[in-house]
């Protein structure tokens, strides 16, 4: 079972990092993503990391601002959001998954989380 923790509401410009484990197993040998969705939408790849040598990708509506990180000691992935807009605003769900060949952004995941919710308003 994942576990997301570390949203809230910022103001535009801010920062939030969130944090996602795992409860139950490790995922030091997994393909780890973060999502967004927002209602009436379509839910939407962020950002996503290879445990197993840190390679990384970024959907191009993020790149720049969001780093996505992972501590393998500590079996904890992070979403860190800098320069947060209001169209940022979503419920963040991590994800994972036996590693794919390619841009982890583009598989498919069975293991989620149940989301936390990032509100960027003024």
């Known amino acids: 079972r994942l576990v997301e923790s570390g949203g809230g509401l910022v103001q535009p410009g801010g920062s939030l990092k969130l944090s996602c484990a795992a409860s139950?197993?490790?995922?030091?040998?997994?393909?780890v993503a973060w999502f967004r969705q927002v209602p009436g939408k379509e839910r939407e790849g962020v950002s996503c990391?290879?445990?197993?040598?840190?390679?990384?990708y970024y959907a191009n509506s993020v790149k720049g601002r969001f780093t996505i990180s992972r501590d393998n000691a500590k079996d904890l992935t992070y979403l860190e959001m800098k320069s947060l807009k209001p169209e940022d605003t979503g419920i963040y769900f991590c994800?994972?998954?036996?590693?794919?060949?390619?841009?982890?952004?583009?598989?498919?995941?069975?293991?989620w989380g149940q989301g936390t919710q990032v509100t960027v308003s003024s």
């Open positions: 994800a994972a998954d036996i590693p794919w060949v390619g841009n982890c952004l583009t598989q498919l995941y069975d293991f």
């Open positions: 990391i290879y445990s197993t040598d840190g390679a990384t």
């Open positions: 139950e197993s490790t995922l030091n040998d997994y393909a």
